[in-house]
């Protein structure tokens, strides 16, 4: 079974950093490509960062220079580093994989940031 479980959300002040983890499990993790997408109150979800299975990245123009995003094919767990962080980026925040055309998606893990 595919599964997908993000942790390290949590409550900070602007201004500071969180790191993200997603731990996948139920599929060859290094064959697939990953993503973050995240869903504020009262907004559509919007796709933020993806990593390829070769390693390139795409990040939302939102958050270029502030997010980054890794992989550790070892672990099965990818990983989305956050820095600088603002108002706007509270959202819950999805790990995603796509599988046989499948969108797969974890729990969430909610960021909460305060000034």
């Known amino acids: 079974q595919v599964q997908l479980v993000e942790s390290g959300g949590d409550s900070v002040q602007a201004g500071g950093s969180l790191r993200l983890s997603c731990a996948a499990s139920g599929f060859t993790f290094s064959r697939y490509a990953m993503n973050w997408y995240r869903r504020a109150p009262g907004k559509e979800r919007e796709l933020v960062a993806g990593?390829?299975?070769?390693?390139?990245?795409n990040y939302a123009d939102s958050v270029k220079g502030r997010f980054t995003i890794s992989r550790d094919n070892a672990k099965n767990t990818v990983y989305l580093q956050i820095d600088s962080l603002k108002l706007e980026d509270t959202a819950v925040y999805y790990c995603n994989v796509v599988i046989a055309w499948t969108n797969v998606w974890g729990q969430g893990t909610q960021v909460t940031v305060s000034s």
């Open positions: 990593i390829r299975n070769g390693g390139s990245t």
